[in-house]
């Protein structure tokens, strides 16, 4: 094999274990004299198998695979229902800011009163916009939240002498959402959607009965669109005794203009990570507080801060309230560093500022779908709240498939948009400029994508199949990685000599 | 505002192109009387000069363990992090992509968590781990569930080494389940030797333990194996791994663990990086993302998330766990810290470490009162005080010394834990804060 | 006789013969695509009609196989752990998932016949 095979600004860079050079360290330590240890006989006597690295070797090696990622600082990032928006850098530096990035969980309260005062202030911000009085800070991420959601839900219903036996979950539901009311000892029950990519509200009802003890609907849901039915869904499941709970995933299309609580709605997660910039970090991490109702507050797991006369106060221990936590989900208090960049967006957007933010998301996506619907098919009529969904009737006898589409924007120089999700329509693409983009890049967007289409339908297929042809990699064997997992680089042999 | 590109020209010429006179025409789906026609009582946008000062207050109110000397440690740790580690998240490439869900374009992320899965399984001595999950305490209860797919039973065994909030944790999320929690008082291995019965999917134990004891667990796995029972060990100190024999030599079937100390600052307690590994054999009961190698239409070696089937996204109801969203920037920055580490590193971090404690140890020997209750540890142990913990810490830390943990906090039910204090040491500790410790423990316990 | 059903499965039983062969219909491979994975039951395990009996699995998608008649799992494909395209390959021979020893004989009748499951999937394009 040719040693180099790098050209101009594309580079091959090889696994870490891979370049190890024995005796290099990308860190010094002082000198120390060590004593007899106090490990009781369980040193360790085996090597472990870390490669060794100098520090310009091993920042060389990161900053290198760094390049090989697109990224919304970079472009335009429109994948429905991930809420790819800007995130400020200003959220970075208060999260690493001396005071709030060394302390420690178990200090004692009297020592951090101002990370118990900013979690406060944190909640109130997120309580006032959703017109819920109940929260629970601590769950790390949406389905985590969606998780406690249900259990605040099911510990409600256990006080009242029955938790019920099934939730009601949209066939347009995240996954999430069955998982978790699994995980909560739920069976559950799938709604279809309705011709208006809606939940078809006439079944939904006829489902309801007393051993239903909560129906979990997205609003806006993952086609983009408003629940117009939301408020009659919620009289009818109080009337049977059950609760409401919302995936809060799409709030940033209505922050600032809705109130859940208005709503009527019982419990909803919100995605720190999405409505309130926080960075996705490549898959992590987040935070989903979850707000609830009046009827629900009082069984928010522990921990929670209360604010008292002259101090803020922890509450870790079901003791030391006259609450009803129904335990704990997760170790120490939530992602307080997500809840630092939080409130700094927060501060920084104003509520003036979020109002704007969710209408220049819901402007700019209906803007697609006015400049788009032409030449794409758009799967249900307008207006759409933040995300416009597609379904591949434009590519039907082309032998372009949605996939083949997605890659084809690649080669274009944009992110995909969600392919084949949610899965009420056939081939879904679904597209969520979020706020952040000027009107020059959405233009330049819709340009590509009816460029595509129309290429789709006139050329041959080749350009679609052949896609992407300008990434550091081409299409990737998933089935291979599939019937045959390689999860880690191996020392013996050589990866690329595995039998396949 | 500074975040939003669109100027009002721009959003009256898009107004007109959709055929709407307003963006709340766009709103007409929302029942009106819940449509806000005005602004929520909070304050309006701010600079970004003014939103410095804001969050600048909060952190000026607390005491931290830069300025202070702190011991503190059950489950989160002050480590050192290298430079580059911070500079390199920050990379926009890193920090701003999302899950690498089209792999053309997400190389840097994929090969990164193919290395970290690598670097877990290494370190804890297992054949795979996943690519991280959200913290220590979620990942040993995700463990649980696990073994309890796995055995198709039932019967869970809590040491009484366990972190109390993982323990919470556990029986939080087994709680719908059906499955019986044993929240045992034991921590030695013979004693949970004689628990197991053919009845018990697994045995969690943690080492170094909750008070820092460490323990061989070795015999334990035999046993467990011998009742078709499977051994969790969770580590809530990854550096330990440096210095100690590993969970998988030991026997572990899974390991879970809190990730933190590599890479992620203490926080406040979150976010870090929860570490899952385990046998081969068990890999399609695992929860969470994974990246696995393949190669590109071109025959290139490259990654991809792989196994997807076990996930909820494709499951939902019958996948092997709710989680999505997973700890991927705090796993990378774990990654770069341990790449910079390299073996002889991690190797010396941990040395250093535990000699800290050693000097610590002895350094308490001239008080008296104080009984060091470990014979073994890593880098924490636990003191027994002449008085309850929790107002001996109250008042060190009037004094300026971040002195430890009163296990009382974590465990407010049990009489004899009332004096225990957990004091930790790392590679940060310095003999002035050892002093400082022992001249303030002394002076307070006058 | 091979007799299929509407969650595409078929079932093939020789007559005088005490074991029944069960696997997934060649259309229904092609819907899931490149198979991956599959998950099957255990040997002396008793099934009931309509019971999840095995998993199979492509890269993007997940789909229980079921019981088509009740009996008590006798074998299983072994080859199909190492070699899941054969269910692409040879869906209706090779690709076998697993032989039963029927407890209901009757139920057979229930099924679709080689015609009618024909005119079912013509009707589901």
Same mark, same amino acid.
């Given at each position: ?500 | ?215 061989? $667990? /070795?015999? #334990?796995?035999?046993?467990? %194996? !011998?009742?078709?029972?499977? *051994?969790?060990? &969770? ?110 590193? $991690? /190797?010396? #971090?941990?040395?250093?470490? %535990? !000699?800290?404690?050693?000097? *610590?140890?002895? &350094? ?83 | ?125």
């Amino acid at each position: 094999m040719k040693k180099n095979s790098n050209k101009g600004l594309q580079v091959e860079e090889p696994l870490i274990f891979e370049q190890s050079s024995p005796g290099a360290c990308g860190v010094d330590f002082p000198e120390m004299e060590i004593s007899k240890n106090k490990l009781g006989g369980n040193h360790r006597v085996k090597p472990i198998g870390l490669p060794n690295l100098s520090e310009p070797a091993a920042v060389r090696h990161y900053l290198r695979i760094s390049q090989k990622n697109y990224c919304i600082d970079s472009g335009l990032y429109p994948l429905g229902s991930c809420t790819m928006k800007h995130n400020p850098r200003l959220n970075e530096k208060m999260a690493r800011k001396p005071g709030l990035v060394d302390i420690h969980p178990l200090q004692p309260q009297s020592t951090v009163q101002g990370a118990l005062e900013l979690i406060y202030v944190c909640s109130e911000w997120l309580t006032k916009l959703t017109g819920m009085p109940g929260i629970a800070m601590s769950p790390a991420a949406g389905a985590h939240g969606e998780l406690t959601g249900l259990m605040t839900i099911r510990a409600a219903l256990e006080d009242r002498g029955n938790p019920r036996k099934k939730v009601l979950v949209p066939e347009s539901a995240h996954g999430t959402n069955p998982a978790s009311a699994q995980m909560c000892g739920y069976e559950i029950e799938s709604i279809p959607a309705n011709s208006s990519g809606r939940v078809d509200t006439e079944k939904l009802l006829g489902r309801l009965d007393k051993t239903v003890a909560a129906i979990m609907i997205t609003n806006p849901n993952t086609c983009g669109l408003f629940e117009d039915q939301i408020v009659q869904v919620a009289d009818a499941v109080h009337e049977i005794g059950g609760f409401l709970y919302c995936d809060g995933a799409n709030f940033n299309a209505i922050v600032g203009r809705v109130k859940p609580g208005d709503l009527k709605i019982d419990s909803m997660h919100l995605n720190l990570h999405k409505t309130f910039s926080t960075p996705h970090g490549g898959g992590g991490p987040g935070s989903g507080p979850v707000v609830l109702s009046k009827e629900l507050a009082d069984y928010a797991p522990l921990p929670f801060v209360v604010k008292t006369d002259d101090r803020f106060e922890l509450i870790e221990s079901a003791e030391d309230t006259d609450k009803k936590p129904f335990g704990r989900i997760k170790g120490f208090h939530g992602q307080f560093g997500v809840f630092v960049r939080a409130l700094t967006y927060m501060l920084s957007m104003g509520s003036d500022g979020l109002r704007q933010a969710s209408g220049d998301a819901v402007l700019s996506a209906n803007y697609l779908l006015a400049q788009l619907k032409d030449d794409l098919s758009i799967s249900f009529e307008g207006p759409c709240m933040h995300e416009v969904l597609i379904d591949d009737r434009f590519l039907k006898d082309t032998g372009v498939t949605t996939l083949d589409f997605a890659k084809a924007m690649i080669d274009e120089g944009f992110h995909p948009m969600t392919m084949y999700f949610p899965l009420v329509v056939p081939g879904a693409l679904l597209m969520e400029p979020t706020e952040t983009e000027s009107k020059k890049s959405l233009d330049n967007y819709i340009d590509s994508v009816i460029s595509l289409a129309k290429k789709a339908a006139t050329e041959n297929t080749k350009h679609f199949k052949d896609a992407p042809k300008y990434t550091p990699r081409r299409r990737l064997d998933e089935t291979a990685a599939a019937r045959n997992p390689i999860l880690r680089w191996k020392p013996e042999k050589n990866s690329k000599n595995n039998s396949r | 505002m500074r975040y939003l590109p669109l100027t009002t020209d721009d959003r009256n010429k898009m107004l007109s192109e959709i055929g709407v006179g307003d963006i709340e025409e766009l709103f007409k789906d929302v029942p009106n009387d819940a449509l806000l026609k005005s602004a929520i009582d909070l304050p309006s946008h701010k600079s970004e000069m003014e939103v410095e000062t804001s969050i600048t207050s909060f952190a000026k109110k607390n005491k931290t363990t830069n300025i202070f000397p702190s011991f503190l440690g059950a489950g989160n740790y002050s480590h050192h992090i290298p430079a580059s580690v911070d500079h390199l998240i920050q990379r926009g490439e890193f920090l701003t992509s999302y899950t690498p869900y089209q792999p053309e374009i997400a190389q840097g992320t994929l090969q990164a968590l193919f290395e970290f899965q690598t670097q877990v399984s290494l370190i804890t001595g297992m054949e795979v781990a996943n690519a991280s999950m959200y913290d220590g305490a979620t990942a040993t209860s995700e463990a649980v569930l696990m073994a309890c797919r796995i055995t198709r039973r039932d019967k869970i065994i809590l040491s009484n080494g366990l972190h109390p909030h993982y323990n919470e944790v556990i029986e939080t999320n087994s709680r719908h389940l059906k499955l019986s929690i044993d929240s045992t008082s034991v921590y030695n291995k013979k004693a949970l030797c004689e628990l197991i019965d053919e009845n018990t999917a697994c045995i969690v134990v943690q080492n170094p333990d909750f008070f820092g004891r460490v323990q061989d $667990f /070795t015999e #334990l796995s035999e046993t467990c %194996h !011998q009742y078709g029972a499977l *051994l969790i060990i &969770a580590v809530t100190e990854i550096i330990s791994l440096g210095a100690l024999t590993n969970p998988g030599e030991m026997g572990a079937d899974i390991v879970s663990g809190e990730g933190q100390s590599l890479g992620n600052p203490i926080s406040f307690g979150g976010p870090h990086v929860g570490l899952l590994s385990t046998r081969e054999k068990f890999l399609r009961q695992m929860p969470g993302r994974l990246a696995g190698e393949t190669v590109d239409e071109d025959g290139k070696r490259g990654w991809v998330l792989t196994l997807s089937t076990r996930e909820q996204h494709i499951r939902r109801e019958k996948a092997t766990s709710n989680i999505c969203t997973n700890s991927g920037l705090c796993a990378l920055a774990f990654s770069i810290h341990l790449s910079l580490l390299g073996e002889d590193g $991690f /190797t010396q #971090l941990a040395k250093i470490n %535990h !000699q800290k404690a050693i000097d *610590l140890s002895k &350094a308490i020997e001239s008080l008296d009162e104080v009984e060091l209750i470990n014979e073994t540890f890593f880098n924490e142990f636990t003191l027994k005080l002449p008085k309850p913990a929790i107002s001996i810490v109250e008042e060190m830390a009037n004094k300026g010394v971040l002195a430890g943990v009163p296990v009382k906090r974590l465990i407010p039910h049990d009489i004899d834990m009332e004096n225990m204090l957990i004091v930790a040491a790392t590679e940060l500790t310095t003999n002035s804060d050892i002093e400082k410790f022992v001249t303030c423990l002394r002076e307070t316990l006058s | 006789m091979i007799k299929y059903t509407k969650q595409h499965e078929w079932v093939a039983i020789n007559d005088g013969d005490e074991k029944a062969t069960v696997g997934i219909t060649d259309y229904a491979q092609k819907q899931l695509g490149d198979i991956v994975y599959v998950e099957l039951p255990g040997i002396g395990v008793k099934v009931n009609k309509g019971d999840e009996a095995a998993v199979v699995e492509s890269v993007k998608a997940a789909a229980e196989v079921y019981s088509p008649i009740s009996g008590e799992i006798l074998e299983v494909n072994e080859n199909l752990a190492d070699s899941p395209e054969l269910i692409n390959n040879d869906a209706e021979v090779n690709g076998w998932f697993f032989k039963l020893v029927p407890s209901e004989e009757s139920e057979l009748e229930e099924l679709m016949d080689k015609e009618g499951y024909d005119k079912y999937i013509g009707d589901l394009d």
